[in-house]
């Protein structure tokens, strides 16, 4: 585990003699709204097949980062890099080179039916219930009437069944049950196993998080302030916790 003091630590080029992709890459971003930064100098990768989780208390900047890596937000400087091209893009055009941003906010057409949803998706019904088969006795029914699980699974099966090359989620668990929350997680372990999703995710159940990720980045005050890898993070939980996580951002 690496503290970070305005560098990232060194990416390791090769992993069990393979070498490493990098789907999403930062370097020196600083985004902010207006001209107000709100994140400095950061420095992150995602490579395929990983998952990634950005942790950090409240107002630390880990929605902006994923906002600025989307390309929502504009840099105030830095770059961001994805399949190591560098872009300015917009969202819609990394969503076409194999970007997916599932928002805190669930992504549902609440007048459309759960298929519905699913077709203007653009993805395959199939496809959808392969991954969460809890959805096929709610096929019918209206996106507004589906409880808050229901529907975050619908949003992020969506999301999954178009395979993308890179996912950013910001929040899957908000206000869910812990059985829904272990069912995202393991939809999203499976996508970075299976399909080689490169996975940058924020999430409020932290320890959770590190079950289902490979590295951690852990912000605060608009900063990179820890980098290791989840086993790392696992084995000191209670002081990062303590130092990083707790009171103010």
């Known amino acids: 585990m690496t503290t970070v003091n305005g560098s990232s630590p060194a990416s390791a080029p090769m992993v069990d003699d393979q070498p490493v992709v990098v789907m999403l890459q930062a370097k020196g971003l600083t985004t902010g ?6 994140v400095h100098g950061l420095d992150l990768e995602v490579r395929a097949g990983e998952v990634v989780t950005l942790l950090g208390p409240n107002g630390a900047g880990k929605t902006t980062t994923l906002l600025a890596l989307s390309g929502e937000l504009p840099l105030h400087s830095g770059t961001v890099a994805l399949d190591g091209e ?34 203007v998706g653009g993805v395959d019904v199939g496809d959808a219930l392969a991954l969460f088969p809890e959805l096929e006795r709610r096929l019918e029914v209206r ?3 589906l409880s808050g699980g229901e529907q975050q699974m619908l949003t992020l ?15 899957l668990s908000m206000g869910l049950a812990p059985i ?6 393991e939809a999203v372990r499976a996508a970075a196993d299976t399909q080689g999703t490169a996975v940058l995710l924020v999430e409020q159940h932290v320890r959770k998080a590190l079950v289902y990720a490979d590295r951690a980045y852990v912000m605060r005050r608009g900063r990179i302030e820890l980098a290791g ?4 993070m696992r084995s000191r939980i209670g002081e990062i916790e303590e130092q990083y996580l707790s009171g103010g951002a």
């Open 86 to 119: 560098v872009t300015k893009a917009p969202l819609y055009q990394r969503a076409r080179r194999g970007l997916t941003f599932v928002t805190e906010e669930r992504s549902v057409f609440k007048g459309l039916s759960t298929r519905d949803n699913l077709r």
């Open 157 to 171: 099966a969506r999301a999954l069944a178009r395979k993308p090359r890179v996912l950013l989620a910001d929040e």
């Open 229 to 232: 890898t989840a086993a790392e």
């Open 180 to 185: 829904i929350v272990k069912r995202l997680l």
């Open 33 to 38: 709204y207006g001209p107000q930064a709100v």
């Open 143 to 145: 996106g507004g009437l």
